[in-house]
């Protein structure tokens, strides 16, 4: 079955501890990105990668890491997470044609205290 | 920065009727898209129209185009309690830029 994966799909953690949230897909995409998304802000994108070690800042990229060491995996990297990184995190992937389906993932409630 | 913002910002109907949502950006665009959020779960793409496109059917879904407003509209025909969600376009601005730019999103509630 064609999907994005994340893990985990919940987690709650304290200031400053590191954290990675693993994004995963099987479709052969080129394509990923992360976003998050908050109350009366919808969707903004963190950062995306176009192909294998290729990456890029989206939108509100501070705080945050990215790596894209193998074509199916994209983890999101807090390194220390501070309390207005509590959001929903969501994953997308889609093949590099001008992203015109973005397939997205379940979804990582982080709450930090 | 927000490119695609929706209107309005919450709708409440009654099963059967049809729902409207409406769109607009700011900067030229090579397609539209629309999105379709159940609460706090991921999106689902529910259908994409292109800029040389005005128009657009997928079953009781309905997209329209309008270049020159900078607008589009997603009309949702003969509306199910099961329709309930939020709902987000998302534009591709073109240009050299790969970003997928979405708005804020329409709340969709409809009473069975």
């Known amino acids: 079955e064609a999907q994005v994966t994340q893990n985990p799909r919940y987690l709650i953690t304290v200031t400053g501890k590191k954290l990675t949230v693993t994004c995963s897909q099987n479709?052969?995409?080129?394509?990923m990105s992360w976003y998050r998304q908050d109350p009366g802000l919808g969707l903004r994108q963190i950062y995306y990668?176009?192909?294998?070690?290729?990456?890029d800042k989206g939108d509100v990229p501070e705080g945050y890491k990215v790596s894209r060491k193998e074509k199916r995996n994209f983890p999101l990297i807090l390194e220390s997470p501070s309390p207005n990184q509590t959001s929903l995190y969501f994953c997308?992937?889609?093949?590099?044609?001008?992203?015109?389906?973005?397939?997205f993932g379940p979804g990582t409630r982080l709450l930090v205290l | 920065s927000q490119q695609g913002e929706e209107d309005p910002q919450a709708l409440s109907i009654q099963e059967g009727e049809n729902a409207t949502m409406n769109c607009s950006y700011k900067?030229?665009?090579?397609?539209l898209q629309w999105y379709r959020q159940n609460s706090g779960r991921g999106l689902v793409h529910l259908i994409l129209?292109?800029?040389?496109?005005r128009e657009k059917h997928s079953g009781r879904l309905r997209v329209t185009l309008d270049t020159s407003k900078k607008s589009s509209s997603l009309l949702i025909t003969a509306s199910r309690a099961a329709d309930t969600a939020s709902y987000f376009c998302?534009?591709?601005?073109?240009?050299?830029?790969?970003?997928?730019?979405f708005g804020k999103g329409t709340k969709l509630t409809v009473n069975p």
């Open positions: 997308a992937s889609s093949f590099w044609d001008r992203q015109e389906t973005q397939y």
């Open positions: 479709m052969n995409h080129e394509y």
């Open positions: 990668s176009m192909n294998v070690e290729v990456t």
């Open positions: 900067t030229s665009i090579n397609n």
């Open positions: 129209i292109r800029s040389n496109e």
């Open positions: 998302a534009t591709d601005p073109g240009g050299g830029s790969e970003k997928l730019v």
